[in-house]
């Protein structure tokens, strides 16, 4: 079997974090919604168009496709990690939806065999080892003017609780250079620059790229508790500590009151609300 650049970032996707993302996706997914809700109204897939989603996770976003492109239409999930895909299509089941479809793929290593209208991702696109050779293959995938609209994270610097737990966190402890975990890829700031996310989809051969700045508040948890676990699990902060190993486990009680003392400053008596920044990215196939 041929190893693909991105076989570490799909064991950890498919392993570790698909575990804590199970756990805490009645955190999350609220919150990315309201992002991939507005970019899919401001640039949304026609009736009958056949849809792409990549890094579809539990699906939810592939369903929602399926119901913009109307009876016509049709809708595909793509996902690297197999575990989000055998969720996605048990939920499919029990919602109901039908004629929507799932796939295990690694786009970056992946040429699809049938075409698309309009490919969409909420937060998928920035783990590729090499994101100009997978959108190329998104951008192939695509018919003549196909259209492609994705969410992606903007710097730390614009969600502030994101770095500042990051930092409260490695005044303790570091990574472990040498550590066997599996890390999930380039991360997620890795088109947090609008110029580097642009230069990226004109390499892949897409035209017309824009780029709209998107801000919303998220509800990280309903107590300082929840949210200081949330963040302790998933985001940078979290990947400092996984990949501290031993010396993390060491300090956690440190560690944990660190990142209360940044969330507690969110936290307004109803939960724990911090301000989120993204991207609404669109982009064109040439026509």
């Known amino acids: 079997m041929a190893i693909s650049a991105n076989d570490e970032a799909i064991e950890a996707w498919d392993g570790v974090l698909f575990d804590r993302f199970a756990q805490f996706r009645h955190v999350f997914l609220p919150g990315l919604a309201i992002h991939s809700d507005r ?4 640039h949304p897939p026609r009736e009958g168009d056949r849809a792409l989603d990549i890094g579809c996770g539990f699906g939810d976003t592939t369903r929602q496709l399926r119901g913009l492109v109307g009876p ?5 999930g793509v996902d690297a990690a197999a575990r989000f895909i055998e969720a996605a299509r048990g939920e499919t089941v029990e919602a109901g939806v039908e004629d929507v479809r799932f796939e295990v793929a690694d786009v970056q ?3 699809f065999d049938e075409r698309f209208d309009y490919a969409f991702s909420r937060c998928g696109t920035m783990f590729f080892a090499n994101p100009v050779a997978a959108l190329r293959n998104v951008r192939e995938a695509l ?10 994270w ?7 609780w994101l770095q500042r737990a990051e930092v409260a966190v490695e005044q303790w402890v ?4 040498d550590s066997d ?3 999930c890829g380039p991360g997620p700031f890795s088109m947090a620059n609008a110029d580097t996310t642009s230069d990226i989809l004109l390499n892949a051969g897409f035209e017309d790229v824009t780029l709209e700045r998107s801000d919303a ?3 990280l948890g309903r107590d300082l508790d929840e949210a200081t676990a949330y963040v302790m699990a998933l985001g940078p902060a979290a990947e400092v500590i996984r990949l501290a190993g031993d010396d993390a486990e060491r300090l956690r009680p440190e560690i944990t009151a660190a990142i209360r003392d940044v969330l507690g400053e969110y936290d307004d008596g109803d939960g724990v609300q911090a301000p989120v920044s993204t991207w609404i990215v669109t982009a064109r196939a040439p026509g």
Do not use: F, I, Q, W
């Open 217 to 219: 508040p998220m509800l």
């Open 181 to 183: 975990e599996p890390t």
């Open 154 to 160: 903007r710097r730390k610097l614009d969600n502030p």
């Open 72 to 76: 016509s239409g049709t809708a595909l």
């Open 174 to 177: 570091t990574e472990d250079e």
């Open 143 to 152: 018919t003549p003017a196909g259209r492609l609209c994705m969410v992606v």
């Open 109 to 111: 290593a992946k040429s």
């Open 39 to 42: 970019a899919l109204t401001r």
